[in-house]
């Protein structure tokens, strides 16, 4: 016998004022049993209308608890262990060797309590529904977990908010208009496990950036986004901020290629000076000049550089922007 399986569903929490009635009775306070995952957990991650930067969102969990469906155990060390689970509170006992569990499968007798059951174990862990695109700003939390079980989480990064699951639960999004796949901008792992805590919120944190899918395109390409160099800077039209950017691709015994581009765009550079297209396999730098809004000379500046792929465009990986000191 095992544990019944809960399934997630997207959770919106609200708060609910209560009126002062019943006087002398008092009951429990209670709140929704959560898992979350929170944007501010994800490392590097953007979140904004700019291009490059992140708009939505899709999480998925896995249950990957040491016992019952989803154990954290090597493959090699999984069928060694079972244990003991509580069913009327939810919560995992104790957990036996293989040759304890095999004694309590003979003899059912021996086991402590008519409460307890025994939890097999199973080297697969149980993926969870994702949720649906959620707006890069907001939490979204996992309800109906299991409590006392570990969950872990894989996130998956957007530039649009427009994009369509392809069915309720699938972490797969697809164009509307079009109906293809469309690939995340970004990945993360967030691989220390949240334990589900009764009548508590617990986020999946140090969620690492895994993955940044290169795009594909017909064309090799260098892009160059403005939010990967900013650092702690600004757009807009104060002095103290950016208002626009020159930026550089050096060419070897050639003149270097120039574009301006306001804050908020993003550069694509496909060819030299010559017109000749970029190599694939080749590496490029370059170096950018920031103005703000009204000044004719550059207030900050930094270099970047970027490793081409034949037919991919590739972000340039850039140094925060640095003040240029006065003359």
């Known amino acids: 016998m095992h544990p019944p399986r809960r399934s997630p569903v997207l959770f919106a929490l609200a708060l609910v004022a209560s009126g002062c009635g019943n006087k002398g009775r008092q009951s429990a306070f209670t709140r929704t049993t959560l898992v979350s995952v929170n944007p501010i957990y994800l490392e590097d991650a953007h979140c904004g209308d700019r291009p490059g930067e992140m708009r939505t969102y899709v999480a998925t969990l896995w249950d990957t608890t040491p016992f019952d469906s989803a154990p954290a155990y090597p493959e090699s060390d999984c069928e060694r262990n079972c244990g003991l689970f509580d069913q009327e509170t939810d919560e995992l006992v104790e957990l036996i060797d293989r040759a304890d569990c095999e004694a309590l499968e003979e003899d059912p007798s021996l086991i402590p309590s008519d409460r307890y059951v025994l939890a097999a174990t199973n080297c697969d862990w149980f993926q969870l529904p994702s949720s649906d695109p959620v707006d890069c700003k907001v939490p979204v939390g996992f309800s109906f977990v299991a409590a006392q079980h570990e969950y872990m989480a894989r996130v998956e990064g957007y530039e649009r908010d427009d994009l369509l699951p392809l069915e309720k639960g699938s972490p797969i999004l697809l164009d509307p208009e079009t109906g293809a796949r469309v690939l995340p901008s970004w990945v993360w792992a967030c691989t220390h496990p949240a334990i589900a805590v009764s009548n508590w919120d617990n986020p999946l944190v140090d969620c690492k950036l895994v993955e940044r899918p290169a795009r594909q395109t017909s064309t090799t390409a260098i892009e160059v986004e403005p939010s990967s160099l900013l650092g702690e800077l600004e757009c807009g039209d104060a002095p103290d901020r950016v208002g626009k950017l020159q930026v550089q691709l050096i060419v070897e015994d050639g003149d270097p290629v120039v574009q301006e581009i306001a804050c908020d765009q993003t550069v694509t550079f496909t060819k030299l000076d ?33 490793d081409t792929i034949s037919g991919v465009s590739v972000p340039a990986l850039c140094s925060p922007l640095s003040k240029i000191p006065s003359p």
Do not use: H, I, M
């Open 274 to 306: 010559d017109k000749t297209p970029l190599s694939g396999g080749a590496s490029y730098f370059l170096e950018v000049q920031a103005y703000s809004t009204g000044s004719d000379r550059p207030s900050w500046q930094t270099s970047c550089y970027a």
